[in-house]
């Protein structure tokens, strides 16, 4: 990972530690549709992850700022990010079509560059047809399924790798 990378995650760390710690009299909503859009998924990290993680996840971020070998979940994270954001800017775009042909691939690329996160987006061309009608209905299925592919993972491993125990444990009282 780069340091540009890393300090983007500390940052959204920080920033997540201080929306949970902020007095309940301010209005977060702006902050969070911020985190939100350049982070997908950091509003159910700050609902899920106890405050010690995220705080050990800030210091951990710090370390490998100063350059110590950077963990797999701080990869994961940040691939789950700009997959996630490449995915739902295409999804975006694709604006309900559910017949993807060549057409429609060019029309992508031609215009992948006007997009909210067009470096993110352009990697999903290969995809559309998956994005239009995704897994289960869930983009993040999608974005799992590339994480643990580019990761030599499984799916889960990669949801794990992001959002860990709590989230596994969640899923498994839901089935």
Known sequence: MTRVELTALREKYEEMLRLRLEPSGGDPRRSMAALASQFPGSLREIDELPLATIAARVTALRASERGVPAERWMEAT?????????????????????EIDDDVRAAFQREVTSLCWAEDARDWHADLARLASPPRGRVTELVYERMGALMGVSSDEARDLVFGFVRREKRGSEG
């Open 78 to 98: 940040y691939l789950f990010h700009s997959l996630t954001r490449g995915a739902l800017c295409a999804k975006k775009w694709l604006a309900g079509r559910k």
